[in-house]
């Protein structure tokens, strides 16, 4: 995964291509979890650690989407 620091480098474009990617990936990872937690077939360590990486995109998300968003000066 790209790294925080490479987003100043990236086109709007770019960025806003990885900010979708980035929402879906989430957006399975949180399925995946609902559904190992309702199964009862993940381990607490598998769940854990789909979790620590759902954090991680949510933070590059946010990364993103601050950097798309235009400074507002009132």
Do not use: C, W, Y
Not at 49 to 55: G, I, P, S, T, V
Request: proline share 4%; net charge negative; glycine share 2%.
């Amino acid at each position: 995964m790209n790294a925080p620091s490479d987003v100043p480098m990236k086109t709007d474009e770019v960025l806003a291509v990885e900010l979708e990617v980035f929402r879906r990936q989430h957006r399975d990872l949180d399925e995946a979890i609902h559904a190992l937690q309702e199964r009862g077939t993940g381990d607490q360590l598998t769940i854990r650690r789909l979790k620590k990486q759902k954090l991680r995109l949510k933070d590059q998300i946010a990364v993103i989407e601050d950097r798309l968003t235009p400074d507002i000066i009132a």
